[in-house]
């Protein structure tokens, strides 16, 4: 029974002299007792029974996600239309990552399993950050050939100037290295990477490359650097080495 056919029983139903509990007992629980009662504190005060918003009204952040959900499909669909499976073992995937010198910590995975918070924090659970802590991006491709050499980008503003004469070409050099003139370059969609000059110098140099438009955003999963590698390069630096700028970069060369 839909929505609005429940509010009329109601309505009808308490105009008749019926109480709340008597039309939750008729109704089955097709409606909860608070919800009748609600309903019929509106039809007391306005003789109706009006809502703010209709029923049933999907939530916001739900619905965000649902489409992201559908993106992602999209996405998954276009690259089987368009993509044997041999082929998207020669894609390039790139991304960059920021490295503080305090670490790097993601508060949804780096959890602490202990009986309570002053055991947490003695096993870790407090990470101690500066004021004005330093930090790099690092820029890195990988493929099922291996990775680009490591690009370390500590100077100012990363626009898409620089990421042109930076960061592209290495991925270009490399890519043409190991798969020589047939492979696919990927990258995701900050704004560096989408305006149009990059673009432009993408369709320009690259055999071929997933345009802008086509990657889905807030897809960690579909990148190997964002559900794997930068993790792993991340456990493997030494941090009680890092105290500045100059000794981080030292260390994630090293590292490397």
Request: hydrophobic share 35%; with cysteine.
């Amino acid at each position: 029974m839909k929505s609005k056919d429940l509010q009329n029983i109601v309505l009808s139903k308490y105009q008749n002299g019926d109480t709340p509990k008597k039309n939750f007992r008729d109704l089955n629980g097709g409606i909860g007792l608070r919800t009748i009662k609600r309903r019929c504190q509106m039809i007391l005060q306005s003789g109706s029974i009006t809502l703010s918003s209709p029923p049933g009204c999907p939530c916001l952040a739900r619905t965000k996600g649902n489409l992201r959900k559908i993106k992602r499909k999209k996405f998954a669909n276009w690259i089987r239309t368009n993509f044997l499976k041999k082929v998207t073992m020669r894609i390039l995937f790139s991304d960059e990552n920021f490295f503080d010198i305090d670490g790097v910590h993601n508060s949804q995975n780096d959890r602490v399993w202990t009986i309570d918070r002053a055991d947490a924090d003695k096993n870790g659970g407090i990470k101690q950050k500066r004021n004005f802590s330093q930090k790099v991006m690092v820029s890195l491709g990988a493929c099922s050939k291996g990775v680009t050499p490591l690009v370390i980008l500590d100077e100012g503003t990363i626009d898409h100037a620089v990421y042109i004469e930076k960061v592209l070409p290495v991925a270009l050099k490399y890519g043409n290295r190991v798969f020589g003139s047939d492979w696919v370059f990927q990258q995701d969609g900050p704004k560096p990477h989408s305006h149009h000059l990059t673009q432009q110098w993408c369709r320009d140099n690259f055999p071929s490359f997933i345009g802008k438009d086509r990657w889905p955003p807030n897809s960690p999963d579909l990148n190997p650097l964002d559900y794997s590698i930068w993790d792993e390069f991340v456990n493997i630096i030494n941090w009680n080495k890092v105290q500045s700028k100059t000794t981080l970069i030292q260390q994630i060369k090293s590292s490397f």
